[in-house]
């Protein structure tokens, strides 16, 4: 039988009750540590060796060493192990059984791009979260679309559509739970309830479902749900004051630096102190984040909902294949019917080493299997990229690689993916020791001026040191940096292009600039500060220019038209923008 040697990753040892209990008692600092994730791949004997608690004490590392090394893995009912689950039986219910006869509840009505929700009362025996697959097909004018329904606890089921047309549905329920199957309806959807799903479009853009376009303007806030009532409500005020349309956000709890608080509330059925049933869903959990994303919604911001992450010293980053594809399941039957969801597979994918490529595939198969709306899809990198070219990728969510270039990759991205490109992570406006959460809320600015006009869209966090802990980037709270409120003159400069994006021009080889070829152009200095510029235009074509200082957020439009060859006098600043705007 297979035994811990010191050649194990820690990995391993850590998620073993016993060896676990081991290094908790003999090496606390090591088993609480909020970078403990970043240590997992290393072997125990390495880890031990190294540790400071241990440096000069030859005798008690190897103490410990011999205590871990005699231990047989042993995976039993911890919060660590890796269930395996039980598959649906046809026999869930007795033949006797009425089929079709479960309560059941719907209105009479919905409304294109709003959900629609069937509530059927049944069966609570064994384990309903995985004895029991629920699904129904909903049919009308020749379409068919099969989506799945969820166990809600307490005897309750549900089935949520995302209603894609306006007209009579039908709808016939399937399961392996006989009063369950068979059940049916229908319902009259009206005109439009929103604007619909947000979908990729012009091949590096987005836009909704009806043609309006989206630019996204994202934040991160990694575990704003998991902070009790009173943080989570402040980070909506701020959402509300803020230019933010896109949210990225955590399932699951984290634990990392300043990330090192307990959540109120866990996803699955258990404790801290005798661990979690992964097979066992938590209702209530789930209740209070579709709440959150429904205010989000409110708000008009996106969830850009991140189902996996590394940082974890619950289990939940390791409970096994079994596990991990009933959450895959059980999140998309849960949220798919949200108009304002994106999935997103994991948070830096490649520090999530005990999952392969197959793993990641496996998961972007049961989304696309289980979302009858295919709302958008990625996987974001901490060091090495994904392979985005994958069919299922529907854009780029990127971290940088380089220290200081990232929105200026933005070109060579688009032509090696040929999809959006996100940066979802360029580093942080903030004060902490690390280089990812210390940039200037002038280079968090910079960043997305410069991603913008290169066709491409910059994600903000924020990471201000804060005497309670309370960062942005994590927790949520108040906003304190400089950037957002430039970030939203950025928005609104947006908005007043030509179809309300930015697609790059040839421009000059020292600048970038985007726009309509000869009908509207928008160049960027950034850290560069001319005091003038030359321009050859068209002889027959007049432009009005404006000069635009992206950080004092004015716009100066200069007096009479230009055309032909002309010079412009600039301020000599950092940080400016020129818009040439073709008049008739």
Known sequence: MQTFTTTTPLFEVMRDPSAHGIIS????????????????????????????????????REEILARITA???????????????????????????????????????????????????????????????????????????????????????????????????????????RSLNGISGAFDAGAAASRGVVRVAEQFHFAYDDGAPYVPIGTTSYVWTHQGNALEEQTLKSLAAGPFNKMRMCVFPKSYLFNENEPEIYPYEGSVEAGFDYLRPNPAFWRHLERRIDQLEELGIEADLILFHAYDRWGFSAMGPDADDLFVQYAVARLASRRNIWWSLANEYDLMFDKTTDDWERFAGIVTKNDPNQHLLSIHNCRDFYDHSRPWVTHCSIQRRDIYKTAEMTTEWREQYGKPIVIDECAYEGNIDQGWGNITGEEMTRRFWEGAVRGGYVGHGETYMDPDDILWWAKGGELKGTSPERIGFLRRILDEAPGGRLEPLEGSWDVPSAGIENEYELIYFGFNQPTYRRFVKPQDLTYEIDIIDTWNMTVDTLPGTFSGRFRIELPGRQYVAVRLRAVA
Do not use: M
């Open 25 to 60: 008692a003999e090496i606390p600092e090591l088993a609480n540590n909020p970078i403990l994730h970043t240590l997992y791949h290393y072997p125990l004997g390495l880890i031990l060796g190294t540790e400071e608690r241990l440096q000069g004490d030859v005798a008690r």
């Open 71 to 177: 231990l047989t893995p042993a995976p039993g009912a911890h919060a660590n192990s890796k269930p395996t689950r039980s598959r649906a039986r046809s026999d869930y219910e007795p033949e006797d059984t009425t089929e079709a006869s479960a309560k059941v509840t719907f209105p009479s009505s919905g409304a294109k791009w709003a959900a629609f929700e069937i509530e059927l009362i049944g069966p609570r025996h064994g384990n309903p979260f995985t004895d029991v697959e629920l699904s129904a097909e909903f049919c009308s004018s020749g379409t068919s679309l099969t989506v799945p329904g969820f166990y809600d606890g307490d005897a309750t089921y549900r089935i949520r559509f995302l209603v894609p047309e306006s007209g009579t549905w039908s709808f016939t329920t399937a399961s392996n739970a």
